[in-house]
C-alpha cells in the first residue's frame, strides 16, 4: 500500500477536527488517500487534457546529463533493447524505435499503459532501463520497491539510467499533493549495493544552475553487476 504523507495527513487532521477521532491508523482511511493519491497522479499524469494542466516536459535538453548527453551515451552504448519506465510523452522513442519500449501507467503517449510493478516479464532482458523522473513518487517502501523491480528487469552488465527528485513538490496546481519522495545521495549508494549494482556516476541532472525551474535533480548511473 503506497502511503502519501500529504493527503494521510490531511484527511486525519480534517477527521480529527471535524469529528474528533483520531483516524490516522484506520486501514480504510489508509485506503481513502492511495485512492486519491493515485487519482491526482494520474490527473498531474495523464495527457488526456492539453489545457497545460498535465505534467510536460520543460527541462532544458542541452545542458542537462538526461538530455542530449545521455543520447549521445545511448548511441554509442548501441543497445538492442531500451526500457524507458515512465516515458511521459515517450520522446526517446523517435531515436530508438523498436528497439525501446515506453511504459508509463498514465500517460496514453506511453507503447504500454503500465506502471513499473505491473511489468512483471522479461526479468534480466534489457539491455537499458532508464527511469526519468519516475520513480519519485510515494514512500519509501514503494520507492525501494520500483528500484527493485528495475533492476531486475535489467540483464547482467545492463545500464540503469536516473533522474531522481531530491523531494522538491512541483510549483503547479495539480502538484500540490503529490508525494514526491526525497532521494539522497546515500540513498542511491545503499539501493544500487542491495540490489547488486555498481554506481558509475552521481551528480545534478541540469548542469546550467540559471535554467532550472523546479530546483535540480540528481542524475545517477548504474550498471548491474
Ligand atoms: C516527471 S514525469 C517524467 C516523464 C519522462 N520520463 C520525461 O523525462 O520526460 C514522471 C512520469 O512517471 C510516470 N509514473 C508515475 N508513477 C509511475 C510508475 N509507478 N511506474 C512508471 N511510471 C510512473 C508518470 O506518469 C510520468 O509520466
Redesign the pocket.
Known amino acids: 500500500m503506497r502511503i502519501n504523507k500529504k493527503i494521510l495527513k490531511d484527511l486525519s487532521d480534517y477527521i480529527k477536527n471535524t469529528y474528533k477521532i483520531d483516524a490516522s491508523d484506520a486501514s480504510s482511511l489508509i485506503e481513502l488517500q492511495q485512492y486519491i493519491d493515485t487519482k491526482l ?2 490527473k ?3 495527457a488526456t487534457e492539453d489545457d497545460g494542466t498535465y ?3 520543460q ?1 532544458a535538453w542541452n545542458t542537462r546529463r ?1 538530455g542530449q548527453e545521455l543520447l549521445e551515451k545511448l548511441y554509442k552504448l548501441d543497445p538492442s533493447s531500451i526500457l ?6 515517450n ?2 522513442k523517435q531515436y530508438f524505435g523498436d528497439k525501446l519500449l515506453g ?5 496514453k503517449n ?1 507503447d504500454t499503459l ?5 511489468l512483471t516479464h522479461g526479468y534480466g532482458t534489457w539491455d537499458v532501463i ?9 514512500d519509501e517502501l ?1 520507492i525501494k520497491l ?1 528500484t527493485e523491480r528495475a533492476v531486475k528487469l535489467c540483464k547482467p552488465g545492463g545500464k540503469l539510467f536516473f ?1 531522481l ?1 531530491p523531494g522538491i513538490t512541483h510549483d503547479t496546481e495539480h502538484a500540490q499533493w503529490i508525494d514526491f519522495f526525497p532521494w539522497s545521495e546515500e540513498l542511491i549508494y545503499n539501493y544500487a549495493k542491495e540490489f547488486g549494482c555498481e554506481v558509475n556516476e552521481i551528480s545534478w541532472d541540469q548542469t546550467d544552475q540559471r535554467i532550472v525551474r523546479w530546483g535540480n535533480r540528481l542524475y545517477s548511473e548504474w550498471t548491474k553487476l
Not at 114 to 118: F, P
Not at 132 to 138: A, K
Open positions: 497522479l494520474s498531474y499524469f495523464s505534467w510536460k516536459n527541462l538526461t524507458d519506465v515512465g516515458c511521459g510523452d520522446e526517446w511504459i508509463d501507467p498514465y500517460n506511453a503500465i506502471g513499473i510493478m505491473d532508464m527511469c526519468l523522473g519516475s520513480i519519485n513518487f510515494g514503494t520500483q533522474r527528485n
